[in-house]
């Protein structure tokens, strides 16, 4: 089910989004979802980067470029971690 949404604009703006939509090939029902797809992305990067400005995260999505590629993981004793919880999950 599609769900619509009703604006109100000038003639002048109406205007800019026609000549804007015209000039990429688009109707303007194509040019107005492409603008609000777009919206919705710089919203979720504002978003993110309000989290990492606030300290909350450090990195999002975590990208190749802040993964330490010469990590060694510290050996321990006894069975390995995924194995004691797979036995702590099964039915006794």
């Known amino acids: 089910m599609a769900t619509g949404y009703s604006i109100s604009v000038s003639p002048e703006i109406y205007s800019v989004l026609e000549t804007q939509a015209r000039a990429r090939g688009w109707s303007i029902q194509q ?3 492409f603008l609000s797809r777009e919206y919705e992305k ?5 978003f ?7 300290g909350l995260i450090a990195s999002f999505p975590i990208d190749a470029r802040t993964v ?7 050996p321990v004793k006894g069975e390995p971690v995924s194995q004691t919880i797979i036995e702590e999950r099964e039915p006794r």
Request: hydrophobic share 45%; glycine share 4%; proline share 5%.
């Open 42 to 46: 710089l919203r979720e990067r504002a």
């Open 31 to 33: 040019f107005v979802e």
């Open 68 to 74: 330490l590629h010469d990590f060694t993981p510290v």
């Open 48 to 54: 993110i980067e309000g989290l990492r400005a606030d």
